[in-house]
């Protein structure tokens, strides 16, 4: 079994999977301001948003301006979420550095969230390839699956399923893969068998985990994703976000939780702690009446911990 890795990276995806799953539309400029002090704080992916029609999603309309600013940021891989080939074309026009195209392994969530089965799914991605390789375009391509641990509107969904469709999306071009607890069904037992297998069969194209906090395991399970040699996972500042389909639903991972877990066990992640809590209370501010979620916030850093030894890893 590999062992756990010396980094991680903390994906920031609140700007996206956060926001879309709140009433609150944030202005433009806060949003800049979000990723430009998340910038300073030491995060260097962060998923700005989605190309997806502004009718569907009003909070995520912006995603070009923010885009196009977060490119001039030094060292930030700039993400977005595509749910088509239409969007996919604009994300390639503004240079988004990684396309990450939704598929969800329970046949009866694809249709409900998409609008298509998991295999026009895979047929909608080699599209998308093709559409980059004929641009010329850099723009990575990361197949992320959902609903891998079950889904509340089918329930059961199978580990060869998942697994099944991870191949198939390498087959149609992807870059990367991901593996997602969408619904927040997912324990450490069962994060490590099915990553174990999913990195048997992509190896380095492993990309990401993306764990939901809806029974408060989030943070178990990353750690047990950790143990399988998985270094990067989304999360998001205060929690935000959700699934439209898991009623209940508490968010997902938080990212300034999750920056403190690794830190303290001395896992550099490049995160300004004092920072990114910063941050947090200053959007917590701009999302007043929203829920937020995540516990680093009430408490603070206990006296224990060794701030220089996290100022070192960051540096």
């Known amino acids: 079994m590999p062992r756990s890795p010396s980094n991680v990276v903390i994906r920031e995806v609140g700007l996206r999977d956060g926001l879309q799953s709140i009433p609150t539309v944030l202005s433009t400029e806060r949003k800049l301001e979000w990723i430009r002090e998340a910038h300073a704080a030491g995060q260097r992916e962060i998923e700005v948003g989605s190309f997806v029609p502004p009718r569907l999603l009003p909070q995520l309309a912006d995603t070009p301006e923010l885009v196009s600013f977060a490119k001039t940021l030094p060292g930030l891989l ?136 809806t029974r408060g395991l989030a943070l178990a ?32 991972a938080s990212s300034e939780d999750l920056a403190f877990m690794l830190a303290s066990m001395g896992i550099d992640t490049g995160i300004d702690l004092a920072k990114l809590l910063a941050l947090r209370a200053k959007v917590a501010d701009w999302l007043a009446g929203e829920a937020l979620h995540g516990t680093l916030w009430r408490a603070g850093l206990p006296k224990t911990f060794d701030r220089s030894a996290a100022s070192a890893a960051t540096a």
């Open 78 to 213: 700039v993400s977005v979420l595509v749910p088509n080939l239409k969007g996919a074309e604009r994300a390639i026009d503004a240079e988004a550095d990684v396309l990450l195209v939704p598929l969800s392994a329970s046949h009866a969530h694809s249709l409900a969230n998409l609008r298509k089965t998991p295999d026009e799914v895979i047929a909608e991605f080699a599209r998308i390839r093709a559409a980059r390789d004929s641009a010329g375009s850099k723009t990575l391509l990361e197949g992320g699956i959902g609903t891998a641990f079950g889904c509340t509107i089918q329930g059961q969904v199978e580990t060869s399923e998942v697994l099944r469709c991870m191949q198939a999306l390498l087959d149609a071009g992807a870059d990367r893969v991901s593996i997602a607890d969408t619904v927040g069904y997912a324990d450490p037992g069962a994060v490590r068998d099915l990553f174990e297998q999913a990195r048997a069969i992509a190896g380095e194209r492993f990309w990401c985990g993306h764990f939901h906090d």
């Open 221 to 252: 399970n990353v750690y047990a994703a950790m143990e399988t040699g998985v270094a990067r996972f989304d999360a998001t500042l205060a929690g935000i976000g959700g699934c439209p389909h898991a009623p209940g639903a508490s968010g997902n």
